[in-house]
């Protein structure tokens, strides 16, 4: 499980460097024929990833509803972000992740609601979910490089 919590921090480090690079306006911008942003991308992987793991091990999420609302699947941006949306997102990047392993170590994660994903992989245990999650936000930071190019 090493592996797969060393890719996740990786992962947020790309998405972390999205707030560096673009502005407000640009991570809230929605290219023509795109139905979401590069802001919602990074939201959206965030709750996810609190879904994946601790919803579906029966366990109250590090992130609040009215966040997992906002970002969760199948909804997109209804407003742009804010700033202090903005950053408050960012600041979700990795304490999560940081709970995550720190949760798993403490063998918190006792049981797992096995299941299909929308991709149809089966998620059997906790770990699969966690591998699940790497695999999904590659998905999400493979759109986001294409947005990028639009904004």
Do not use: C
């Not at 609601?113 to 930071?141: C, M, P, Q, V």
């Amino acid at each position: 499980m090493e592996t797969e919590f060393k890719i996740t921090r990786k992962s947020r480090e790309i998405f972390n460097q999205y707030f560096e690079n673009y502005t407000l306006e640009q991570l809230n911008k929605i290219p023509q024929g795109h139905n979401n942003n590069l802001i919602w991308h990074i939201g959206h992987i965030i709750v996810s990833q609190q879904a994946l793991v601790y919803k579906g091990a029966n366990q109250q999420p590090n992130v609040s509803e009215e966040l997992i609302a906002r970002y969760m699947r199948g909804t997109k941006p209804e407003r742009d972000a804010t700033q202090a949306e903005a950053e408050e997102i960012r600041s979700l990047l990795f304490a999560p992740l940081e709970k995550t392993e720190q949760d798993y170590r403490s063998g918190l994660f006792t049981s797992y609601n096995a299941r299909k994903s929308e991709l149809g992989f089966d998620l059997l245990t906790i770990e699969d979910a966690i591998a699940f999650n790497n695999y999904h936000e590659a998905i999400h930071l493979g759109i986001m490089l294409q947005l990028r190019k639009l904004v």
